[in-house]
């Protein structure tokens, strides 16, 4: 069963502009089912998964693209980069749109290529697991919480209870426990033990897969915080430089994100440790070993997967329409935080996440603490950083989209 992908437009609208098409992100979350959807019947396939055919690319990489001509799909393409300087001569060459589509679930290897070898001919796009859009059939679009986006949304989309987002929370987004009758347990053991065997071993020489999965355990029980990495590393019993390498790999598999502190000359007292969310909250919940989605719901940690789920959410609904998420978060050294801010256009958009159904007033008393921003006159020639403040959003567990003021909005976290 194909689920109609959110960024199918954006992949063939890239394909028209460049010679090559890119699909990097995780493993399974339906690179190549996309592309093959898409495909126009004379255009080839190819996946250096098979034996034969990464040595043929590795060894002989002109006669691989004798074999192997455009318009191609070439599958994990990170197994092979000997062919990108090959790949860049026929693009060169041909001038065509499109020649060749590729896939690399690891981008931390396939980007150092591609930036390398193909410069300027090839158009990216990172695709994460299935929106909740996605799984719904219903339309995508980048969140920005303003009330005209809001207004038209609200009539467009599936409402979800607190027991079904937790459902969806616990099952996780790959396109695979929701196309097949799947044990959600057995898939993600299967699904890590791919990863650590055929990509942590394989392709960032790290030697010890067990320890690595450990520190992949450990990072899971931090998602929705600051990264403190002298603690991860004592957790994990590994040194801190040890830890900062590995998270950059978890970081480059799409597996989760850092989100950056916002901060300017005018902010002099916010954070600069970036928060973690892990992207697929039901591959957190498998390393954390939960069990159901009801002991998820009522357990210790069902705020930061809540507030995970909506990051991600957010995130993917920027990648899905091509653009890269403008996403920060403040927190100052008096303790305010907000979870997420979203710049757009020279506004910021406050945004805080509560696994409530009504949050209550205070759950927006953060958003004062942008005020400065807003009065750029005091500060002289630091008048050119003024940054406009648009509305705020709690993303919650409301039952409806309701005004908290004039300013903000209590979001349904099914309305994303």
């Not at 860049?88 to 499109?98: I, L, P």
């Not at 290529?113 to 697991?129: D, K, P, Q």
């Not at 029980?221 to 600051?226: F, L």
């Not at 603690?231 to 598999?253: C, F, H, M, N, Q």
């Amino acid at each position: 069963m194909y689920i109609k992908r959110a960024a199918e437009n954006v992949v063939l609208q890239i394909s028209k502009q460049f010679g090559v098409l890119l699909i990097t992100g995780p493993r399974q979350v339906g690179k190549t089912t996309l592309l093959q959807k898409l495909a126009e019947k004379e255009r080839g396939y190819v996946t250096l998964d098979d034996p034969d055919a990464r040595m043929l690319a590795k060894n002989d990489p002109a006669l691989f693209m004798q074999r192997y001509t455009p318009p191609i799909i070439i599958d994990e393409i990170q197994y092979a980069p000997e062919i990108f300087p090959y790949i860049k001569m026929s693009v060169d060459a041909s001038k065509n749109k499109g020649d060749f589509w590729l896939t690399g679930s690891q981008v931390f290897q396939t980007m150092k290529n591609v930036s390398e070898s193909l410069a300027g001919r090839v158009g990216i796009i990172e695709l994460l697991g299935l929106s909740n859009s996605e799984i719904n059939g219903t339309i995508s679009e980048k969140f920005i919480p303003t009330p005209q986006r809001l207004m038209a949304r609200i009539g467009t989309v599936k409402r979800m209870d607190l027991m079904q987002t937790y459902h969806r929370i616990f099952k996780g987004s790959m396109p695979a426990v929701y196309a097949d009758d799947l044990d959600i347990e057995t898939y993600y053991k299967s699904y890590v033990n791919t990863y650590l065997q055929r990509d942590i071993r394989d392709l960032t020489q790290v030697g010890d897969e067990m320890a690595f999965f450990n520190f992949m355990t450990v990072v899971a029980a931090r998602t929705a915080k600051p990264i403190i990495y002298d603690e991860i590393a004592r957790d994990a019993g590994i040194s801190p430089p040890t830890a900062k390498k590995w998270l950059s790999i978890l970081v480059s598999s799409s597996i989760v994100a850092l989100v950056q502190p916002f901060h300017n000359n005018i902010l002099k007292r916010v954070t600069k440790m970036p928060l973690l969310h892990f992207l697929d909250t039901g591959l957190c919940a498998y390393l954390l070993k939960w069990s159901s989605s009801e002991t998820l719901e009522r357990g210790a940690m069902s705020g930061a997967f809540f507030e995970s789920y909506v990051f991600s959410e957010i995130y993917k609904s920027w990648l899905n329409a091509g653009k890269t998420p403008p996403v920060y978060y403040y927190r100052d050294k008096d303790q305010k935080e907000i979870d997420l801010l979203i710049l757009h256009d020279g506004t910021l958009y406050p945004i805080e996440s509560k696994k409530s159904a009504s949050p209550g007033k205070d759950s927006v008393k953060q958003f004062k603490v942008l005020s400065s921003l807003t009065e750029p006159e005091k500060f002289g020639e630091l008048a050119q950083l003024k940054i406009n403040i648009g509305n705020g959003a709690v993303l919650c567990m409301s039952s409806d989209l309701l005004p908290i003021d004039q300013k903000n909005w209590y979001i349904p976290a099914w309305m994303i």
